[in-house]
């Protein structure tokens, strides 16, 4: 059964970190991290192979949030100097490419997030 489960989400002050963690059940090529306020579009945060290369990051994440994985293939998203702009559900997917125009393409499997709330 194919399974994506994602963690870490929590309440934080401005300037805090947090560490979202994505599990997943299957094989892939590309894991990304994605978030989205609702009555909002969807925004790209980050995205990473599991067979090596330069991670891949959206303009909300430079700077202040890194994608890395591990050697049994979770990916953990650390955003430090957290903004109240930076309040969403993130939310983990995973496919077999990624196309830096259109992030969200490659995707073929989404998890169903984890919400993160930062204070002013």
């Known amino acids: 059964q194919v399974r994506m489960a994602e963690s870490g989400g929590g309440s934080v002050q401005t300037g805090g970190s947090l560490r979202l963690s994505c599990g997943r059940s299957f094989s892939t090529y590309v894991v990304a991290w994605f978030r989205q306020v609702a009555g909002k579009e969807r925004e790209f945060v980050a995205a990473?192979?599991?067979?090596?290369?330069?991670p891949w990051y959206g303009n909300v994440a430079k700077g202040r949030f890194t994608i890395a994985r591990d050697n049994a293939g979770n990916v953990y998203l650390q955003m430090n100097k957290l903004k109240p702009e930076d309040t969403a559900n993130y939310f983990c997917?995973?496919?077999?490419?990624?196309?830096?125009?259109?992030?969200?393409?490659?995707?073929?499997?989404w998890g169903r997030g984890t919400p993160v709330t930062v204070s002013s």
């Open positions: 990473i192979t599991l067979s090596g290369g330069d």
């Open positions: 997917a995973a496919g077999g490419s990624f196309h830096s125009a259109d992030p969200s393409r490659g995707m073929d499997f």
